[in-house]
């Protein structure tokens, strides 16, 4: 796709909200168009530029784990086509980029699963011998897989502010035990079959985040993105070596970037908006790390089939 799309203007729909990364539109009453722009976030704060082609290839992927994961837990799409609710001058906005899906009552949490030492859980691990305030045993090392997987919900938080790590129990009370322990249960369960799936491609999934709503029948159905770069930590299985952080296919080629840059009076952001411009190579690089890992994931499944 030659041309990015950093916020869609469309007249045809009523707009409902803009996220860090997707813009929703109302369609009627029990449908929602996602429209996934080409924007993208780190530490919470959108930045100026766009990644190009970044919004249809999360598009892609996201179609292509609802696909794979579809025999584990309902989701939310309609498989109707987006462009069929827009104005004919709009449809270039919204072809490639969009999901058509129904409307549901979101949970108020993120249901985050780890499978391996990372990131925030490998500094709070280091200090405390914990992740996410859950005992771990003594000797795990950076990048290593975890002996089991770790549910680790959280709290969604608007834009602009950062995601709050909760207990099981926060979350039990949040949403009522017996919906709580459902979500936990299809989480884990989806993250192994992808994490099963992956790795037949040479990739690793390190973590990730699902989010869930309730259909009008109070059925649990998964929703928004699932198992983009966006919202996972992949990593190349033929490089991967415990005790060592591994180079990964999503945002964290950015996020490095940031944590290193330097003003012209030296000095660093302070990860709250505006932030830094984004020098076009840092751009092309990382619309490169979300190409390649889309690129081994559908090559190697296809050839699969």
Known sequence: MNTSLHTSTLTSLPLLARGKVRDNYAVGEHQLLMIASDRISAFDVVMSEPIPGKGALLTQMALFW????SS??????????????????EVSQV???????????PLPVEAVVRGYMAGSAWAEYQTQQTVCAEALPAGLQNACELPTPLFTPATKAAMGEHDENISYAQMAKLIGADLAEQVRDTSLALYLQARRIALKSGIIIADTKFEFGLNDQDELVLMDEVLTPDSSRYWPL??????VNPPSFDKQFLRDWLEQYRSSKGESWNKTAPAPTLPQDVI?????KYQEVWARLSTKTNANN
């Open 66 to 69: 609802f696909d794979q994961l």
């Open 238 to 243: 033929e490089t991967y070596r415990v005790g």
């Open 72 to 89: 584990i837990c309902p989701n939310h799409l309609t498989h109707l086509e987006p462009e069929s609710v827009v104005s004919p001058a």
């Open 284 to 288: 092309e690089q990382t619309a490169l």
């Open 95 to 105: 072809k490639g980029r969009s999901m058509l899906v129904q409307r549901l009552r």
